[in-house]
């Protein structure tokens, strides 16, 4: 036994007698552990990951410089990845410093490519943000996330309008982009769903017997109304402070809640109305529960969409 009970009596001791005996991991591993001494660690990557790299004797630095090794980079892990058949959906750009730092830039795509030019074009939009202090010493460019894609042959007509650069290009920037898709719910804030910008088409639809609002709240607004229960559209609201007068109504459509997703709908319902006010605006309003049976709703009067 060496007497030592806790780190801090190893920490205590003077490091010349341990250096003697064990050598001098034990004192490296200990100002590690303190934070005296950086500690690399090289990440653990899976074997079908590709990356190119390209090492400098002298430093660069210069925008024009970066730019153009970027570039060729870029061609080089293009062709590795035309051998293995595969596209790429997202790339890393590591940056490696002289005093060694690392700086990491990210590009996406839509959907998986190997086009030299566009590839050029997005890190060419992002590498202004390096900064390459006393200079770079490497550049590493990684396939993070890869997919199959299959040699295509280019159609010369231009009917169908390829909107995936645009896609590229507001992604990067940070803007997500996304569409809207239909999901089974007859609660209308959850029949939409976000899905990708570029992807498979959803198959389910819509089937509804009224009319939908252009313009739908993600959630509904509380409105006052004046209305004969329960089954009366209002003959006025109140909504945002401003009171409108219905010339024209349609409704009641009654919508259940799902008892099979919250048992606090078990009972619940919603009676909607298409209501129109005095100068032609139209909105989509609901009730809360059937207007007899406190069970199945508050009875409160809600704003849930504008139609255009």
Do not use: C
Not at 100 to 119: E, F, H, N, S, Y
Not at 156 to 183: E, F, K
Not at 201 to 212: G, L, N
């Amino acid at each position: 036994m060496l007497g030592f009970r806790t780190i801090g009596d190893l920490s205590a001791t003077p490091r010349a007698p341990l250096a003697l005996r064990f050598g001098p991991e034990v004192g490296r591993r200990l100002d590690q552990m303190f934070g005296r001494v950086s500690e690399p660690i090289d990440p653990i990557r899976s074997p079908e990951l590709v990356e190119v790299v390209r090492s400098f004797a002298e430093p660069i630095g210069a925008a024009e410089t970066i730019d153009k090794y970027v570039g060729r980079l870029i061609v080089q892990l293009v062709a590795e990845l035309q051998r293995k058949g595969l596209g790429v959906r997202r790339t890393d750009l590591i940056v490696e410093k002289v005093d060694g730092t690392r700086q990491a830039i990210r590009g996406g795509t839509a959907k998986p490519v190997r086009d030299v030019a566009w590839l050029t074009k997005l890190f060419r939009d992002r590498t202004q943000t390096i900064e390459p202090g006393f200079g770079i010493e490497k550049l590493t460019l990684v396939a993070v996330m890869s997919e199959s894609l299959a040699e295509t042959q280019k159609a010369s007509s231009l009917v169908d309008a390829d909107i995936t650069p645009l896609i590229d290009v507001l992604g990067n920037r940070g803007q997500r982009v996304y569409r809207v898709a239909p999901v089974a719910s007859d609660v209308p804030e959850r029949s939409i769903q976000r899905i990708a910008a570029v992807g498979e088409d959803v198959t389910e639809d819509w089937v509804h017997h009224w009319r939908r609002p252009v313009r739908l709240f993600a959630r509904p607004d509380r409105i006052e109304a004046i209305a004969l229960l329960p089954d009366h559209p209002p003959a006025s609201i109140t909504w945002r402070g401003k009171r409108h007068r219905v010339k024209h109504a349609d409704g009641p459509e009654r919508v259940f809640g799902e008892w099979w997703k919250r048992d606090s709908e078990l009972e619940a319902v919603r009676d909607y109305f298409v209501i129109e006010n005095e100068i032609g605006e139209r909105y989509w309003i609901f009730r809360s529960g059937d207007g007899i049976d406190p069970e199945t709703g508050s009875h409160k009067w809600f704003m849930h969409g504008i139609f255009g």
